[in-house]
């Protein structure tokens, strides 16, 4: 039997683990700066864009929770695109089209 409260949480739980699985994958810059030359700086856990959605700007600061903020607000944008598509979009495309 699901109650509402287990659908809650197992999708508390899901929404924590993938954003655990792509902090992991991003890796941890506390300085922005392009990953690869010729790239766009990035910082925190990879994101492009701060709060106001400027572009990061090389040689930003990053703090832990900052980094956590704009990763919840890029996987958000990122699940919105998906819904928005019906899902025909490749995960990677949307993570792309999140960090641009």
Do not use: Y
């Not at 699901?2 to 992991?24: E, F, G, H």
Request: proline letters at 7%; aromatic letters at 4%; a negative charge.
């Amino acid at each position: 039997m699901n109650s509402p409260a287990r659908v809650i949480v197992a999708s508390l739980t899901l929404s924590a683990s993938t954003l655990l699985a792509i902090a992991l994958h991003e890796g941890w810059e506390p300085v922005a700066r392009p990953p690869v030359p010729g790239d766009v700086a990035t910082g925190g856990f990879g994101t492009t864009r701060n709060e106001a959605g400027s572009p990061v700007r090389q040689g930003e600061n990053f703090t832990p929770q900052r980094g956590l903020i704009l990763l919840v607000r890029d996987a958000d944008e990122a699940a919105q695109a998906l819904d928005d598509d019906g899902g025909g979009l490749a995960l990677k495309e949307v993570l792309d089209v999140a960090h641009a």
